[in-house]
């Protein structure tokens, strides 16, 4: 049956969530796209970021991220605290079938800047694809990596929550 409350509930719902697009989109300010000579893609992965030094990764400082956006020449990531290292090792793991191995890109970190809620972003301009595999320097980030695979199951949210916190309901 026909509702004028729930229509009413609805057409809220949706034009606070179109106003929230037409504030957010594009991911990039326009005075800054025109600077950009590359195209960025909005995608969301998670990936593994790594402080890079004396030719290798440093297994020690590293954070899990999420991608805001690609662009053929680096990537846009989203962080939950500020991170500082002049040169960075991305790692991205795709599903199987598409890619057995993990993709590992070594970049400069270029802007980082507060979002608010104690969430930044960070860019990354990669400079050589660093190679896959975890054989010789990337052999102490496998266990980082292997958290990254992704998972084909579905799951709702509440199941989501009981099987981190052990109860299911």
């Known amino acids: 049956m ?10 809220a719902v949706q034009s606070r969530i179109r106003r929230l697009l037409d504030l957010t989109i594009p991911n ?3 005075e800054l796209r025109t600077e950009r000579t590359e195209d960025r893609y909005n995608r969301l992965i998670p990936a593994l970021l790594c402080a890079w030094e004396r030719d290798q990764p440093v297994a020690d400082s590293y954070a899990f991220v999420v991608t805001k956006d690609i662009s053929s020449e680096g990537v846009g990531l989203v962080l939950s605290q500020p991170y500082r290292a002049d040169e960075v090792l991305v790692a991205f793991c795709l599903p199987d079938g598409v890619a057995e191995e993990p993709w590992f890109f070594r ?3 270029q802007s980082l800047r507060k979002v608010g809620a104690g969430f930044w972003t960070l860019g990354v301009q990669f400079i050589e694809y660093a190679g896959s595999g975890y054989s010789g320097k990337f052999a102490r980030l496998s266990s980082l990596v292997d958290q ?6 579905l799951i709702s949210p ?11 309901r």
Do not use: D
């Open 158 to 168: 509440t199941a989501a929550i009981a099987t981190e916190t052990g109860r299911i």
């Open 2 to 11: 026909y509702s004028f409350e729930t229509r009413h509930k609805s057409t």
């Open 28 to 30: 990039i300010s326009h």
């Open 148 to 153: 990254l695979r992704p998972s084909s199951n």
């Open 107 to 109: 970049g400069r970190a």
